[in-house]
């Protein structure tokens, strides 16, 4: 009988385990955030993004987000729901939760009893609720307020004299800002004075009839955006009836980070010059405020440097923070500054770009994650010994993570289970049973072997997946490349299938099995009988400051020769069809899609997503434009040289033989459009196969943030397209 049970329910499933991932699956993806453990450490919150259908349209979804709590006992429980998103929450104390959402289109705070009840508004501020921080007590918060130029002019708490900026505003023919003032007598009128003239085009202006732009950052991700915008700080306290104090005011951007271990004061980060323009700011510094009546004072700060991220430890002795040069190619370095300044600033060695920061409760660590060699390891810096230790691998990625006295939960993506949450206990890590006796290699193992507690992604355990293979070779320039090969989902020894080289966009991004936005693409053309083949060539993030600056001066043929021999090596696989090759990438990798088909015909397709063709162009047209003169130089310098025109794939759009499907969004302002329809249009006058498809609102996150719609037609356009040339016929 017992064998004939399991021979009745075998077929059953081999089928489960050989399903395909389909382009519908990236809808079923659930993703995990915004983790924080209890004061008590026994409770933990976190997030989870979900893709809800739309009720009313067919084919769309909308993202949603809502807490979640756990005991590391019992199932997660559901705290919050609606169409309204909520921000991190916060623990108020062991039984309360504070967090945000939108109410009549600004963010206010919201308190939630664990104990039971809806959740309840605490603030109507007509200014909106930003990124609350709790003081250490929990009787107050300190938060950010957004305001654009005008309505900062006007403003009677924010800008309480009423005065203009003493930085220039640039505007032509105007020595001084005082144009700035306007004079409520004056009446618009297009037949006037020259008064009533400029009241009058003042008025089309807020009209929205025209937008006059003066400053140099003008573009947002989506549209033109000629208004200044600044941020300021305010405190709450957390009492009935309680109306928040401004802390900062004028026209200086403030951001706070944190509060001191004894509530104090507030870690916040401004800009380093007193009268700069904001767009030509490009340092800051850290300064500490008091709560009681925002004065200021100096904390850290470096010439030509930008400073951020202020952390103290819990023992008030250090202070953690963020460095990075205000122009080249850099990524922010850790900086360890005592609160008594009675020591010189320590610049950790770490050749990684560090975030996340985290202190552990006896300040004797500090935790982070950062980018490294495919994965998103999480580290600690050791105050004692002064060293970074690594505490995970490369294969997966610590996407959020938080630490008590006896617990790490943190949020992690891996191959095989895409973005889950997990726990380990300290104190049962260690061999002598105390969290204190906790060694290194007790915690490494703990957390290699932790379990999920959550199931978001149950379903990927029914599909069959593709898993990277991991190889390195040795570039001219001595450099370690590491790429990774996935074979065709379900592959077939004797038969031979197309070969994808996909590459990332950046050109300091990092891709690799810890990497978390890829997943879906990479194993959904795997189970369309692709095999994949993607690398980190010079240039990218995650290998150190030396290889992320490796494509400096040359964006197109040194990182394309990497790529290239990724693909080469790729094809030598036995199931790899030389004859079938394609090639697609984004942003940067659009760039380098273009540019490997004006310089190699080995590919029967190519798909170049939202990318720079023309580096002159570039710097009007993209919000990225400092890529321009960080890695190359500005073109009126360039007349010798010539060093954009030579690393422009336009320069070379004759010589594409290779037919090329070309997408960009049409609110992309990251790399704009123009270069797109430049590209397609010479193609088109000399007859080549091309194809151009425009994105109506979609911006430069179309493939990873925008519309859900559109992210899976560009999916299937890629695929469709690929299909025309290297399908099996």
């Known amino acids: 009988m017992r064998v004939l049970l399991v021979l009745l329910y075998m077929p059953f499933f081999v089928w489960a385990q050989n399903e395909k991932i389909t382009v519908s699956d990236l809808t079923r993806i659930k993703s995990a955030s915004s983790i924080s453990l209890s004061p008590d450490g026994k409770r933990a919150v976190y997030a989870v993004q979900t893709t809800e259908p739309d009720a009313e349209k067919k084919w769309e979804y909308n993202y949603r987000t809502h807490l979640w709590l756990t005991d590391f006992q019992n199932p997660s429980r559901q705290l919050t729901q609606g169409e309204e998103s909520v921000s991190r929450a916060i623990w108020k104390d062991a039984k309360t939760l504070l967090f945000t959402r939108p109410v009549k289109g600004k963010s206010q705070l919201f308190q939630l009893s664990l104990e039971g009840g809806e959740p309840r508004q605490l603030t109507d501020w007509k200014y909106g609720i930003g990124n609350p921080i709790l003081s250490p ?73 025209a937008k ?39 026209f200086k951007s403030v951001q706070a980070s944190a509060w001191s ?146 617990k790490l939960v943190f949020v992690k993506t891996q191959v095989s289970a895409p973005n889950e949450v997990y726990w380990i206990s300290l104190a049962k890590a260690a061999k002598k049973g105390k969290a204190s006796d906790l060694t290194l290699a007790e915690l490494k193992t703990a ?36 790429y990774w090969i996935m074979k065709p989902a379900n592959v077939q020894v004797g038969k031979k299938y197309p070969l994808l080289l996909n590459m990332h966009g950046g050109p300091t991004a990092m891709w690799g099995p810890g990497e978390a936005s890829m997943w879906h693409e990479f194993q959904y053309f795997c189970s369309q009988g692709y095999g994949v083949v993607y690398a980190n060539p010079r240039g990218s ?125 049409e609110n992309d302002l990251r790399t704009g459009v123009i270069q797109s329809e430049m590209m397609y249009k010479s193609m088109k006058i000399m007859g080549k196969e091309v194809e151009y498809v425009r994105m109506p609102g979609g911006t430069h996150e179309l493939s990873r943030s925008g519309n859900v719609r559109q992210r899976i037609d560009r999916m299937l356009r890629i695929y469709e397209f690929f299909e025309r040339y290297v399908g099996t016929k």
């Open 541 to 665: 993030g995650g290998y150190g400051l030396d290889f992320q600056r490796g494509n400096i001066k040359d964006w197109g043929t040194g990182p394309a020769s990497d790529v290239l021999r990724a693909a080469t090596e790729a094809a030598k696989e036995s199931w790899a069809d030389t004859a079938r090759q394609v090639i697609t990438g984004g942003s940067y990798a659009g760039y380098l899609t273009a540019w490997i088909v004006g310089h190699d015909h080995r590919f029967k397709a190519a798909f170049s997503q939202r990318g720079v063709y023309d580096l002159t162009t570039f710097l009007g047209e993209g919000n990225a434009w400092r890529l321009v003169p960080n890695y190359f130089q500005y073109p009126w310098l360039d007349k010798t040289d010539r060093v954009l025109e030579a690393n422009s794939p336009y320069t070379f759009v004759d010589q594409i033989r290779t037919p090329l499907l070309i997408k960009h969004g």
């Open 212 to 250: 006059v732009i003066n400053r140099l950052n003008f573009q947002g991700e989506a549209t033109t955006q000629p208004e200044l915008n600044f941020s300021h700080i305010c405190v709450l306290e957390l009492k009935e009836g309680a109306t928040p104090k401004v802390l900062t005011t004028g």
């Open 261 to 406: 271990f004894d509530g104090k004061a507030i870690y916040a980060t401004t800009g380093q010059q007193a009268n700069a323009h904001p767009d030509r700011e490009q340092t800051s510094k850290v300064i500490r405020l008091t709560p009681e009546n925002g004065q200021m004072q100096d904390v850290f700060q470096a010439e030509n440097q930008r400073a951020f991220a202020p952390l103290p430890s819990w023992d008030g002795q250090r202070i953690a923070l963020l460095t990075s040069p205000s122009e080249g190619v850099n990524f922010p370095k850790l900086t360890i500054i005592a609160t008594s300044g009675s020591a010189q600033p320590i610049t950790v060695e770490f050749d990684r770009s560090v975030s996340n920061l985290s202190w552990s409760k006896d300040s004797k660590y500090l935790y982070f994650s950062a980018q490294s060699n495919g994965g998103q390891p999480l580290y600690r810096w050791n105050v004692a010994t002064q060293k970074v230790e690594q505490l995970s691998d490369y294969d997966s990625g610590m996407l959020d993570f938080d630490v008590s006295a006896d």
């Open 137 to 209: 007590d929990g009787s107050k918060i300190v938060f950010s307020v957004g305001l654009s130029l005008t309505e900062l002019l006007k403003d009677s708490l924010f800008n309480p004299s009423k005065t203009v900026p003493e930085w220039s505003y640039e505007k032509p023919g105007f020595k001084d800002n005082a144009f700035l003032k306007s004079d409520s007598k004056v009446k618009p009128n297009p037949d006037g004075s020259l008064a009533e003239i400029r009241a009058f085009l003042n008025q089309d202006v807020v009209d929205k009839k």
């Open 447 to 482: 957390i290699q072997g932790a379990k999920p507690f959550t199931s978001l992604n149950d379903w990927v355990a029914k599909k069959t997946l593709s898993m990277p293979e991991k190889r390195t070779f040795q570039n001219e320039k001595g450099q370690t490349v590491e």
